[in-house]
Every structure is written in C-alpha cells, then in structure tokens.
C-alpha cells in the first residue's frame, strides 16, 4: 500500500509570535520554523504502518518556498521514502491546495493520504475535508487510532463528547489528532540517509490546479489584552472576592 | 441573500453552541434557515423552529444522518445549497468535519472559527492559537462558516419558524458508524458551562481530580484540564481545553495547577473570570487571571472546598 503524506513548514510551535505593526500579517523574518506538529504525527504514523509491513511506499509532498525541503528532509529521515516539493512563494489557501493535492494524488496514486488535522498558523482544519470531498474519497478526521481490515478502515475519532469510531471505504483520507502517536526522533544515521533520498521538484503548473487566493486578509492584528489582576493571600480572601466582588458564585 | 445554519444535537435536543450561532447568522442578514439532519429528530426541529431569526427548518429524518458523519451530511447540503448565499454551523468537531468537504464540494472558501462578523462578507478568526486576529473578507458568491460558538450570545427562543421536511439523498456508502465511548457525567457540558474548574500537571494524579470534582459540584460547575493533563492519562481527552481541545468562554474560570501554555490560554482567555491556583509565582497563568493565589494546591482545593461550605454552597 502506497501513503503519501502531506505536510507544511509552520513556525515552530515554541514560538511566541509577533503581529507586524503595519496589520499585515505576523513576523516571520528570523524565526524558527519547524514541521507542523500534526503534520509530523502523519508522517510517524505512516512510518509505523511501513514498520509494520502495511505499507510499501511513503511519499511526502510540501507546497510551499525552497526551504519546505527542509521539511520534507525531516519526514525523509522519519522514514519516508521520497519527496515532493511544489515550490511556490503564494500563500495557498486550504481550498487551492487540496486542488494542488488532488493533482498529486491523480499522478501518485496512493491508496490512503494522512495529514495533519490542522497547521498550527492558520487554524484552518480543512485541507484534508477538502481533499476528500474533491477525489469523493471517505474521510477520518482527527483519527487517534487507525487500523486496517481488510479493503476497509476503522478509525476512531476523537469527538466533543468522546471517542467515535467508525469504518472507511478505501482509498481513504485520514487526519491525524495529538492522540495518535507520539513522533519520533529521527537519529543521526537517519539524517545522513534522507539526504540521499529524492525530492522531486514541481510548481504549481504541472497540476494545472487554480490555486489563486479568494480570500482577502482585511488586517492581522493583537488579540485583546485582559486587564492584569490582582494577587490574594488566602483562599478566604479569595472567595470574599468571587462572591463580592466579581459576583460569579 | 440568505443563510443556511445547520444545526448540532444530539437527535433529542439542539446544542447551545446553535443557538448561539444563530446570532451569527442573524448578523450576516438576509434569511436565515435551519438544517436539522438526524434520525428520530423532530423534537430537535420544533426547538430549531423557536430560534428568534429563524424563518424556516428543514427537518431531514433518516438513519443515515443519525451520527451526522460527513459524507452524506456533505451530499445533502450540497442538495440544498443553491438558494443559500452562507452555509454555516458551530465549530465543534461535527461541524469542522463536515463543513470543508461541503465547501470543497461547491467550490467555495471555508473561514473557520469566525469569532465576529464585521459584515455579510467580512469575519474575525483567531489565527496562531489566538495569538493574533485575522479579519477576513470574501467576495465569492459561496462561503462555508463555522462559528466560534462561545463568541456569541444565544439568541432568544421566542421564534416559530415553520417546519419543512425533506427528503435524504441518495447514501454513497462510503462511511459507517460502529460505534462511540461518550463520557459519562453529571455535571454540565464543558462549552456551555456557567463555572469550569480545570487541573493540571500539578495535580501529579488522576486521582486527585475528585478533588476538583467536589469543588466544581459545589459549583456546578464543569471539570476541565490542560493538555498536559490529559497526556499525562490524568483525565480522558474529551476533558482538555485548549487550542487543540476545547474552547470555553465560562463566567468563572478556575486554573488549578496549571501553569499556562500558550496553547492551554488559548481555549480560556476569553473567560470573564479567570482565577489561578499555582505553588509557582512565575507561571505565565497569572497574567491572565484576575484573582491569583500562590499556595500549594492539595493545601488550597481542600480549603477551597471548606470556604465554600461557609457561604452555604
């Protein structure tokens, strides 16, 4: 079974970011960017279905600037098998790029596709929904355990109210959520093996995808600040407080 | 000029988290319908139909929505979709499952988690775990919306839309529920909550939370806790607020030995009280809450507790 996974070069998850003044967006000059952390979950749990002897190939496929390579190095030296990088400077929104995938896929065919949930940058929780709905494959989002069983998928979702596990048609997308593994690190040997590894270089064109921007960013700005609060010496004082003061018990 | 709100329930009764959408959809103008899509669900659509703004409900009665899984959700809105200029729904994780495989089906853009709506085509949405605001403007014909429910205010139950019902489409067969593990409690949910109280790293157990549990019955309030909890196996996943879990927005807020990741401020900040017990002085918690109180949690919850009982709670 063939998985490619893809997945985006975000800034580091330990970094406090900072919103530009003029509005435009966030500042992204000199900072540490990094694989997104759900991202990298997709990859391990490929990896794992490989070691397991499920899966035969693992392809990783960025859409991003020259440096999404590094990225996709980091999934190399997880095990993955070879890359793809589908250079562009645009910012792609999740709509365009499940288009760019959809291209991916119809030239790779895979038999399943894992992602990430979400990129910790936009927040969006949509490109692999997206994915699905295009090729008309079934979807399970936020997966915390998946299993294969014969020509289906049981997945067990993490839900509101709990944990829902239901069974997919294959080809099937799959999501990952924190719960699903935990990645690893990839040790040195691995490191200098993924260097040899193939990255396939591609642009958006190849895939005659319309991956143009609709959205408008109107402005990016601070979240409110809350006001700074008060210390109270004892859980008396403290209750004083709540109950007289702020009036919420 | 209109919107379609499809609803979140559980087959018995509507979400709080609808109803507090619906304001959002009252905002963007025009008319506002409800999809109700379930199995066994027309209690749920006689409650739709009380939603002030709401001037119709489309009650979908047939087994294979029962669990709302997104394929045949996706096929029938898509069904329906041509008169609606907006299709919206909360941002729990039905609706952030359904809603892009919609959007992708009409060929229109998603804007996630909207937390305001500026104008019929322009939102709010945190970005960056709510480390900064995105506004957001489109211009295409389409949009699928889902609504950061804790952002709004619940609109009136005074309305009585009328009730159509509609036929289910044809089922693609492509998913099948086996089966749920719900957590089981009495306490109320924990985005719709009045008072949550949520633990930690610090409370080094999962069996120390009945402590908290006491507190937050004297309360009524919910049980929440930190990513950190929740990955230490303290307490089940369905527990964690954050970025990655859930967004709550309470009256009161109690952090119990939480220390106040980034992501962990994310799911609360927007509380109205916010109150943090930590042994540390130092932990960034303090800098959002409005009552912090350096002590020893296992010497302060019990206390806590104690006081509590004094003001007959």
């Given amino acids: ?249 | 000029m209109s919107t379609l709100l499809i609803a979140e329930h559980n087959n018995q009764s509507l979400s709080e988290s609808t109803i507090k959408s619906a304001t959002a959809a009252v905002q963007m103008g025009g008319d506002v319908h409800v999809l109700v899509a379930g199995a066994g669900c027309a209690a749920v659509a006689d409650e739709a139909a009380k939603m002030a703004g709401v001037s119709k409900v489309l009650l979908a009665d047939d087994a294979q929505y029962e669990k709302q899984l997104a394929e045949p959700i996706a096929d029938l809105v898509v069904s329906l979709a041509g008169d609606y200029a907006t299709i919206a729904t909360p941002a729990s994780t039905n609706g952030k499952n359904f809603m892009p495989r919609i959007a992708a089906l009409l060929d229109c853009s998603q804007i996630s988690d909207i937390t305001a709506v500026i104008d019929a085509n322009t939102f709010e949405r945190p970005i960056y775990a709510g480390n900064a605001i995105q506004t957001v403007r489109t211009s295409e014909a389409k949009k699928a919306i889902t609504v950061r429910a804790t952002a709004f205010a619940a609109v009136e139950m005074s309305g009585s839309a009328a009730v159509e019902a509609i036929s289910a489409t044809a089922n693609s067969g492509l998913s099948e529920f086996i089966g749920e593990e719900l957590t089981k409690s009495d306490r109320p949910e924990l985005t719709s909550a009045k008072i949550v109280v949520s633990g930690g790293r610090g409370m080094q157990s999962g069996d120390n939370f009945p402590m908290l549990e006491k507190i937050a019955d004297k309360l009524g309030a919910a049980v929440g806790a930190s990513r950190a909890a929740v990955d230490a196996g303290f307490v089940p996943n369905d527990y964690q607020v954050g970025q990655t879990g859930k967004v709550v927005a309470p009256d009161l807020y109690i952090a119990v030995g939480i220390s106040g990741a980034i992501q962990h401020l994310a799911g609360m900040k927007d509380s109205k009280v916010i109150v943090a017990i930590n042994k540390d002085e130092e932990a960034p918690i303090f800098q959002v809450a409005d009552y912090g109180l350096v002590a020893d949690l296992f010497n302060a919850v019990p206390e806590l507790e104690e006081e509590l009982g004094k003001i007959g709670l």
Wanted: aromatic share 2%; charged share 25%.
């Fill in chain 1, 1 to 249: 079974m063939k998985i490619l996974v893809p997945v985006k070069r975000v800034v580091d998850y330990n970094v406090k970011i900072r919103v530009k003044a003029d509005q435009t967006g966030v500042d992204l000059a000199n900072v540490k960017m990094s694989m997104n952390p759900f991202c990298e979950i997709a990859v391990e749990e490929a990896v794992r279905l490989q070691e397991a002897g499920t899966a035969t190939e693992i392809i990783v496929v960025s859409v991003g600037p020259t440096q999404a390579q590094e990225t996709i190095r980091t999934a190399l030296a997880m095990g993955a098998d070879r890359g793809i990088l589908v250079q562009t400077d645009e910012q792609i929104e999740p709509l365009g790029l499940a288009k760019i995938l959809k291209g991916v896929i119809e030239e790779e065919k895979p038999d399943m596709v894992i992602l990430g949930k979400q990129a910790i940058d936009g927040d969006n929780n949509q490109t692999g929904q997206m994915l699905a709905a295009l090729l008309g494959w079934s979807q399970g989002t936020f997966a915390s355990e998946i299993a294969l069983d014969g020509d289906k998928l049981t997945v067990t979702r993490e839900i509101d109210g709990g944990l829902q596990t239901i069974k997919l048609a294959m080809p099937a997308i799959v999501t990952a959520d924190l719960r699903l593994n935990e990645p690893r690190y990839a040790s040195l040997p691995n490191i200098m093996k993924a260097k040899k590894k193939p990255i396939d270089e591609k642009t958006i064109a190849d895939y005659s995808a319309d991956a143009a921007p609709r959205l408008e960013i109107v402005k990016v700005t601070e979240p409110a600040a809350r006001e700074a609060g008060i210390k109270v010496e004892t859980v008396n004082e403290l209750v004083d407080k709540l109950k007289n003061v702020a009036g919420v018990i």
